[in-house]
């Protein structure tokens, strides 16, 4: 395997692995040598190796899975090309149920409502939002996020503090340029963000959870200087961070002057009881606030923000560049309107009815149908953790596909280096599906379960 | 300075000067250490300094000046920052007249063609385009641009060999992971995009250019793997790659194996004549066609293209990642529905005419007010090159400021390692004021003019 060409050797072992994924050399499944055997082999650090597979599992050419290693992910499958014309790979097969997590109902979409705010905005806005765009984002929406988030999530800022981007990932890029590391991630968390934070050669190091959230009473003997947590429902067992635990954090920070990151992916979905604040609230001067339309709209919208610390600010948007360069100015307007006229609060509203309405499905069908499998989070976001007995998570999720149920085990989750003991379960996310096909997605899920001592359930 | 934290010494260095920037310990104007004395200082590579000089210059924290050396940049102003409360940086000065090139009239974004083609396109749309999206583009947008470039650029291609970007640095920010190095670009180019070439760790070689476009006849010597071009209208300085100088690209990419980039950023403004045709169409194996709509539409959008060698195109989406994380999915809807309703096609061509008359006013102003001084580049595009006496253009750059005119000279163009003789001029881009502001720009343009022969023009 010859490592050369620009960026380096992890760019070039990476290119030559997806090379050989292409050209199927490497068949999917195929399990991948240890850090250490390619690092021997192929004389570079055991590190490069790691961040490398790290940034192939994120970009979806390799999985990660606990006790089994890093393999060829299913859906590369290799393009037969002639010499002349392209053939795209064919597309994987359309699963019959989807619980992937992360996702939420995209028929959902309130179109109407997004013309009508488009229509309004666009009409109304100065010839300027149509130039080459501020970093810093549309002043019209930092104000109607400034003054949403501080309503209905207790977040304290103001409009020059919020920086837009074009998603968490386009935010957790930025930010890790001028974040000091190395950087406490939570044991579970999501691979792709890792493969970020290694892409950008931020050393993580992980920080156990439990049923209060993260251990930030862990973080001063971390050596961290800044940590990601989701302390409004860890991502993805589901815990709200615990009071103690939030106070915990802040002290870190500011004993260590380290820096805060909170994801609030899914804030707006609490379904018991009021939402649990903001932990920007605490301390705005070592919290950053991060969020997007991905869970409460849509993935297809392209837009985030970040709710700064005063000092940061100028770095991020400086690391930004001179103008925006991804977020669209004319989604920046609507979603703006969106927000100020109204609708948007409506649609989430909306939208957590609808969720908590699956949620109660959900527990119920389990209630019913196994009712010694424990379901974890269920109090708010989009998805929920059904504990599973240990050794049984590789096969439930193998049979799972086989009745054509796309969803994710725990395994691929857990940070590499975590010491935390292993936890077999099911990530099960109840926004995806469409409204028709979500009980046929509980009753398959339900026959996959792994039944109490060893009898498969049989039911109705 | 002390170089520690993520991403390596360059990172460190980088962050070292925005901070010191910031601080203002490093004032506006002040005139960084040349290379090889900051290496020597700080104990670091030459090219790690050169590349951190580079990135900082397109993050706009840097102005980079033939002669002049590297400095900070004017806007780079420090915000005095108190311990709890951000303010921010006051805005830079707003200049009376901009002729800065590259952004179109932002008056003439066609706000009604827009909207009538988003409620079209998102009425109509599938519900799984609301969902995590593709990287590949909207299926919608792709079939919409296969057929529009085929008929307006000459381009062959097909709507699987098309994949959406968030505008040309983006797509030149993946291409660079995939292409090998050093790659060839013109000795007078953005400096934006030597910037990302270097965070990249690409290695770039300066092709020289003259009135025929780039010297593709001297990149077999140049060792370069790959090559960017701006075929239709050399950037800056005007000319057309010649049909020798096509013809030698394409023989040099099928010969050496390399690959063509063809940057064709304002293909759809020719004034003169018809179109010259894309260079892709010669050999759409070697040839990666470039285009955004930040120059026909607008910079607002963010959405630009890429027509690719079947070979690239797996590639190219493994580099973007699983899913389509940065271009809006409703835009891209949207603009399928402006292009397949004409609406785009009618929108260019009026636009084509606005900007000629902008053309023929500026030459027909300079041919009465300062007939001494060369024009060239109007044929085609959004801006045009006003040849200076040797020794002339920093003065006129500064005396336009003294006189609210913001434009380029041709210094911050040039290549740091061509060894091209240095043309003295001035970069006027006449698409960005809007109508109103037009003749007073021109006003204050020929007034700041060097004389022939050292008198000071008087004109009416």
Chains 1, 2 share one sequence.
């Not at 050419?61 to 010499?83: D, K, Y």
């Not at 229509?119 to 970093?135: I, N, S, V, Y």
């Not at 957790?172 to 939570?186: D, I, K, S, T």
């Not at 703006?336 to 309405?357: E, K, W």
Request: proline fraction near 9%; charge should be positive; hydrophobic fraction near 40%.
């Amino acid at each position: 395997m010859e490592l050369t060409g620009p960026g380096g050797r992890r760019a070039s072992l990476m290119r030559a692995l997806r090379e050989a994924i292409r050209s199927g050399r490497l068949a999917p499944g195929t399990r991948l040598p240890p850090y250490r055997t390619l690092s021997a082999d192929l004389g570079i650090a055991r590190n490069t190796v790691a961040e490398a597979y790290a940034e192939l599992v994120a970009e979806g050419w390799l999985t990660a899975r606990q006790g089994s290693g890093t393999r060829v992910a299913p859906r590369a499958a290799p393009a037969r090309r002639g010499p002349a014309s392209p053939v795209p790979s064919p597309p994987p097969a359309r699963p019959a149920y989807n619980l992937l997590q992360g996702q939420p109902d995209a028929s959902s979409f309130p179109r109407s409502s997004w013309l009508t705010s488009a229509r309004r905005a666009l009409t109304a806005a100065p010839t300027e939002a149509f130039g080459p765009g501020d970093p810093h984002g549309r002043p019209e929406l930092r104000e109607a996020l400034a003054e949403y988030l501080a309503r209905a999530r207790g977040v304290r800022t103001d409009p020059a503090s919020i920086v837009i981007s074009s998603g968490f990932a386009h935010s957790l890029r930025l930010l890790v340029r001028v974040l000091r590391g190395p950087m406490a991630v939570e044991a579970y968390g999501l691979a792709f963000h890792r493969g970020i934070l290694a892409a950008a050669r931020m050393r993580t190091v992980p920080l156990a959870v439990d049923a209060e959230g993260a251990r930030t009473g862990e973080l001063a003997a971390s050596g961290a200087r800044s940590v990601l947590l989701t302390p409004a429902h860890q991502f993805p067992t589901g815990g709200p961070l615990g009071p103690e635990r939030r106070a915990a954090v802040v002290d870190w920070a500011r004993t260590t002057g380290g820096t805060v990151l909170e994801d609030d992916y899914d804030g707006e979905f609490r379904y018991d009881r009021q939402p649990v604040g903001a932990l920007q609230g605490l301390d705005p001067e070592r919290v950053v606030h991060l969020g997007s339309v991905s869970k409460s709209l849509s993935p297809a919208v392209r837009l985030g923000w970040m709710v700064l610390p005063g000092p940061l600010v100028a770095e991020v948007v400086a690391a930004k560049g001179e103008r925006e360069a991804t977020a669209s100015a004319l989604d920046q307007l609507t979603l703006a309107d969106l927000i100020t006229s109204g609708a948007y609060d409506r649609h989430v509203r909306r939208m957590r009815q609808r969720y908590r309405r699956r949620r109660d499905l959900l527990v119920a069908a389990l209630a019913e149908r196994a009712p010694h499998i424990d379901v974890s989070g269920v109090a708010a976001g989009l998805h929920a953790v059904l504990e599973l007995p240990p050794g049984t998570e590789d096969a439930a999720v193998r049979a799972a596909l086989a009745r054509g149920l796309v969803l994710d085990g725990l395994a691929g989750y857990r940070h590499p280096d975590s010491t935390m003991p292993v936890q077999d379960g099911l990530v099960v996310g109840y926004g995806t599906p469409p409204e028709h096909a979500f009980s046929g997605a509980l009753e398959a899920l339900c026959r996959i379960l792994p039944p109490a001592g060893g009898r498969r359930p049989d039911g109705p």
